[in-house]
């Protein structure tokens, strides 16, 4: 039996969402037990300066034991990721950003060094990002780099990969046979 623990962050919200479609190609691909945060079941809020400020006395006291710790130590437990945000506005719905500013918990996804170099604390290897366009062409710097960025440089998690199927809403394209295309490719994916 295979103990890995995938957390799947799905950001997709339509129903029939092409994104979760990939999604779900590739966790299928992937081996060990799978934990969904469904974005848009969990009622995220940003954080508001009451909640950072209480946030913040917990992490001074080093107590991590309050339920809004949860998103955090699920991020930082997991032992591959899986991040599914269909591209909207050049970037990502914006549940993925609130849900990133619940994870940045100093001591449980990252520290600093008495230098103030951030130093990541998550246990992944790798995380997968997931998205699809409506247009191609279009620059990934704004979602999926935005996400690179936090993970490598704030979580340490070393390897973040990209899986994206683009021209999905343009005049004379087959939406249907571009994700299917797609899938086949994840299918064929060497697993390791
Ligand atoms: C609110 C919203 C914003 C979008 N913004 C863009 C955009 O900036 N550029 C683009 O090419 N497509 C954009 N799209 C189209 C989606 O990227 C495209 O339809 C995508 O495949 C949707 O994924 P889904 O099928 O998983 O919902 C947007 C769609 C929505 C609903």
Redesign the pocket.
Known sequence: MNNKKILFINA???P?????RLADALLSRLKGEVTEIRLADEGLTPLSYEELMRREACIAAGEYDDPAFRYAKAFAGADEIVLAA?????SF?SEVKVFVERISVRGLTFTFTPQGEPVGLCRAKRLWYVA?????G?PFDYGFGYIKGVCGVYYGIPEIRLIS??G??LDGRD?EAIIAEKEREISEMPSD
Request: net charge negative; hydrophobic share 30%.
């Open positions: 997709c919200d339509r029939d969402s092409r994104t979760k269909p591209y909207w506005d050049m719905p699809t366009m409506g247009a191609e279009l199927a683009c999905l809403d939406a």
